[in-house]
């Protein structure tokens, strides 16, 4: 970790303006208008006289001004900047029986995210291990490697978030290049890779060094915060992963987990909102007369077609089967596989859920059988306090 | 070129197995790899329509066979609906070999037994054929396929090919009902005709392939011969995307098929959820 710098709140938006003034994407958190869809201008939120609802999402800024520091939860996580929604994977000409297959570019211009979520950097840094475990993704690379990522640490949001019970945290940097602290009147940043410390010495000017009382303040201010958001993070959900995973992995056939799926309507809103979901379909896209693309696109394992066969054979063929893939995939099979748990805490998946499905509560009930004495896997008992 | 870009292939030969499946071979188009190409027995590829899109099939050919691949399918869904219109001279995109493969030079010494349903004979006849070619690394070789009807038997003509050769034991059934005038083979479904067929387990190894229902029933047939579990090898398919362990379609359980499969041995399928 390098020594912090100062950044205000002005010089913060004065150097994104710099980087767009250089031709730099700058993607970061915007507020924009939730009632611009032709479904949300109806919905009463939006009919009420005076109501301007805001959502926050991730967007390429147009102008430095639109950079919010609010720190709300954007509705879509950056998974889109990295796997785009659909995207092609190479395309084709055909002329008579002869095809050309043209590939895609790989490399990527640099680019800045700024006022990151620390739940949504640390996804990036969660699905690097399935794009690299053998075959490396190299559309998934290079747009990491075009990418410096400085986070924002978060307040907390609402009672759906859980980072801490992930490993994750508020004030996390885990797949980020740097970390902004809110102090009195501006940042503390934190460069946290190579790449952070080439951000901050690119726009040196902007960055005061931080030395003598001033810096102690705002030194105790950042530690506070941090606390504090960890806290009420920690406040929300509180399990043992490693006793969860383990429980999963031997329980499949437990009624708790054969039962998940009871309220899931299949939508998959949960797949496309979370950030560490990365689960695809390649599907072939014509784009004129002999011309078109094999393109990825996002797919959701809640859809009774995600496995089904051709032959009508369908290995997870009812929604509690397909919920406790989710639940399984996330919890106990990544985690197996790759040492990650593939879920970073932001609670989108519960608040998007219009059935209801709320994963802090999943979980606690996972926990709670994990811990029972009766358990298979309880390896290690409770300890007791004398 | 990244990992999801097909290579281009032509299609040099079409066999019309039954009434909706068929055999292409494929050549690639670019010199160099058509040498190079190797595989495993039971390693599978990504074959595509462009237009259509992909699909998943073993390897049908034998590795011991080289310049070309082949793939057997049954026209059932949109890919192989298209594959199905396909002609000699057409281009075809592929891409592979993916997968873990039949640990056929671990057999050497050792009898082997093929057990196949239907087109499950597909990634077993790259099998039998890479056996075959190395006929005296190999002892007693049995085989028993069956399918619903006589119409439904593919590789006809290696199947006379295999029945006319001494050194090869070869035991073709079809459903009851499915049998036609003439017909010489038994009658009756897969499982009992192994077990009637009763192939020694000592020294020896099974290669299943077929419907789930084949396996699930043959499975235990096998273990009362005498065979271990670590002696029967299955290929199992499911529903793949990239093939590449990205997409996250064929787990069962912890276990991507197309990474850690999708060959497994009976006793590797036990320690799996029973959701395949």
Request: proline share 5%; with cysteine.
């Amino acid at each position: 970790m390098s020594d912090a710098r100062f950044i205000s709140e002005n010089d913060l938006r004065a150097l994104a303006g710099e980087l767009l003034a250089a031709g730099t994407e700058v993607i970061a958190p915007v507020a924009v208008d939730a009632c611009a869809s032709p479904s949300a201008m109806a919905s009463s939120a939006c009919r009420m006289p005076g109501a301007a609802p805001v959502d926050i999402e991730y967007r390429p800024l147009a102008d430095a001004a639109e950079l919010d520091l609010e720190r709300g939860l954007p509705v879509l996580s950056l998974k889109q900047y990295f796997l785009p929604e659909h995207e092609a994977l190479c395309r084709w000409h055909q002329r008579g029986t002869t095809i050309q297959v043209e590939a895609v570019p790989t490399t990527f211009a640099p680019r800045v995210v700024l006022a990151a979520k620390p739940c949504d950097s640390a996804a990036l840094a969660v699905v690097d291990k399935v794009m690299n475990w053998d075959y490396e993704d190299e559309l998934w690379n290079g747009r990491r490697a075009a990418t410096t990522i400085i986070n924002l640490a978060c307040p907390v949001v609402d009672v759906s978030c859980f980072c801490t019970a992930v490993g994750s945290a508020p004030d996390d940097s885990k797949g980020a290049d740097g970390l902004l602290m809110p102090v009195e009147g501006g940042y503390l940043f934190e460069a946290t890779s190579a790449k952070g410390e080439a951000f901050a010495a690119a726009h040196a000017a902007r960055f005061a060094a931080e030395a003598g009382g001033g810096a102690d303040l705002r030194g105790r201010q950042a530690a506070e915060e941090r606390a504090a958001a960890r806290a009420k993070a920690a406040g929300n959900l509180e399990i043992d992963a490693a006793s969860v995973r383990d429980w999963i992995d031997a329980h499949f056939e437990d009624p708790l987990l054969a039962a998940l799926g009871v309220r899931c309507n299949a939508c998959g809103a949960c797949s496309s909102v979370c950030p560490t979901c990365h689960c695809f379909d390649i599907v072939d896209e014509e784009e004129g007369v002999g011309r078109g693309a094999r393109r990825r696109c996002w797919d959701t394992c809640q859809s009774p077609t995600f496995t089904l066969h051709a032959s009508g054979h369908n290995p997870r063929d009812n929604q509690n089967a397909r919920y406790r893939q989710r639940i399984n995939h996330k919890f106990a099979i990544y985690p197996l596989k790759f040492g990650e748990v593939l879920c970073t805490g932001c609670g989108r998946c519960t608040r998007v859920c219009h059935a209801g499905q709320d994963l802090v509560e999943i979980l606690q009930a996972i926990d709670i059988a994990a811990r029972r004495p009766d358990s298979a896997v309880a390896a290690t008992p409770e300890p007791v306090t004398p | 070129m990244n990992i999801y870009q097909p290579q281009l292939a032509t299609v040099t030969e079409l066999t019309e197995e039954t009434v909706d499946t068929r055999t292409l071979r494929l050549e690639f188009q670019d010199e160099a790899l058509r040498e190079s190409f190797a595989f495993h027995a039971g390693q599978f590829g990504e074959y595509s329509v462009f237009g259509a899109g992909e699909s998943t099939f073993c390897i049908a050919s034998s590795p011991t066979r080289t310049g070309y691949i082949e793939c057997s399918f049954k026209a059932v869904g949109k890919v192989t609906a298209s594959l199905r219109e396909v002609n000699v001279g057409d281009t075809v995109g592929f891409r592979g070999p993916y997968g873990n493969w039949f640990p056929v030079d671990d057999w050497k010494g050792k009898d082997v037994v093929f057990i196949a349903g239907g087109i499950g004979l597909a990634p077993v006849r790259c099998v039998i054929w890479n056996v075959l070619d190395r006929r005296d690394e190999f002892g007693d070789v049995t085989i028993v396929y069956g399918a619903r009807s006589v119409g439904d038997l593919v590789y006809k003509r290696e199947l006379e090919e295999w029945a006319a050769r001494s050194d090869v034991k070869i035991v073709t059934t079809v459903d009851p009902g499915g049998q036609t005038e003439g017909w010489t083979g038994e009658v009756g479904y897969v499982t009992p005709v192994v077990e009637a067929t009763a192939p020694k387990a000592q020294n020896a190894v099974a290669v299943l392939c077929g419907p789930p229902i084949v396996v699930k029933l043959t499975l235990p047939v096998l273990g009362k011969l005498g065979f271990a579990d670590e002696a029967i090898f299955t290929t199992l398919e499911n529903r793949m995307k990239c093939g590449l362990g990205k997409c996250g379609r064929c787990n069962i359980g912890k276990v991507y098929v197309c990474k850690d499969g999708p060959v497994f041995t009976a006793a590797q399928l036990k320690e799996l959820p029973a959701e395949f």
